[in-house]
């Protein structure tokens, strides 16, 4: 595949859904076909995103709607960082998968306020930059949680199978709400890796003669 121009993919599912996985997959298989290709990730690893992994990991303590705003601020740090930002990279020439962005957002802090609130606190990422799709793998919650409960010694602050059944909900709700103005791809993630790979790249390569 050549690269006519950089395109910026997101990548989106519950915890546990295979999302970091095929974030890896998809850069090795652009990477491959010759596409400069940057992988990032939310929250990220500036100083914004370290702190909100501490929240995470109980290390720190804040209210759900100050994590929402912190989001808010990793993400647009995340876009305009002047070295490591997302919009640098695309005039650059790199094409950007990110494991999560916005979505993220209107899902997991849509369960405790206002998904409206989000929407709108986040509307200054979205203008700067939408994503050619937003791709959801989607993985029952109960098949995410026992994942999670293999691989971790101990689950972070929204890994419960109750929280999980909502923020599926939740991203479903937003998915409803703004499919009219956003791309987004449903991609059956209880598949083997290598199937979900597949239609992944199936996905980018039709975005690529767009
Ligand atoms: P996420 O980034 O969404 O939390 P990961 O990619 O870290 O998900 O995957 C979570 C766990 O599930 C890991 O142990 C990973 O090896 C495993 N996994 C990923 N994809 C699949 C799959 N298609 N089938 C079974 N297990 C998977
Ligand atoms: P992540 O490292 O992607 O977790 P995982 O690999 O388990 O999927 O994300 C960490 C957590 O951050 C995850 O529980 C989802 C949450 N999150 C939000 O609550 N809001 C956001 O805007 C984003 C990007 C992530």
Redesign the pocket.
């Known amino acids: 595949m050549n690269s006519a121009r950089p395109l910026f993919i997101a990548l989106e599912g519950i915890?546990?859904s295979g999302?970091?996985t095929q974030c890896r997959l998809l850069t090795e298989n652009l990477r491959k076909s010759g596409v400069d290709v940057y992988g990032t990730?939310?929250?990220t690893d500036g100083q914004v995103g370290t702190f909100i992994r501490s929240i995470?990991r109980n290390k720190a303590k804040a209210d759900n709607r100050t994590?929402a705003g912190l989001?808010v601020a990793d993400?647009l740090d995340h876009l305009l960082n002047d070295e490591t930002g997302i919009v640098r990279k695309l005039e650059w020439g790199q094409t950007v998968v990110t494991?999560?962005?916005?979505f993220?957002?209107y899902a997991?802090?849509g369960t405790h306020m206002d998904m409206e609130w989000v929407i709108q606190a986040n509307s200054m990422s979205a203008s700067i930059l939408r994503p050619d799709a937003n791709i959801f793998i989607d993985v029952s919650p109960e098949v995410c949680m026992q994942r999670?409960v293999a691989g971790r010694e101990s689950p972070?602050?929204?890994?419960t199978l109750d929280n999980l059944l909502k923020v599926r909900a939740k991203y479903m709700e937003a998915f409803d709400k703004l499919g009219p103005i956003e791309n987004i791809v449903m991609i059956n993630g209880d598949q083997p890796r290598e199937q979900i790979a597949a239609d992944i790249w199936q996905v980018v390569t039709s975005l690529q003669g767009h």
């Open positions: 915890d546990g999302k970091s990730f939310e929250p995470l994590i989001f993400r494991d999560r962005y916005y993220s957002s997991y802090h999670i972070e602050l929204y890994e």
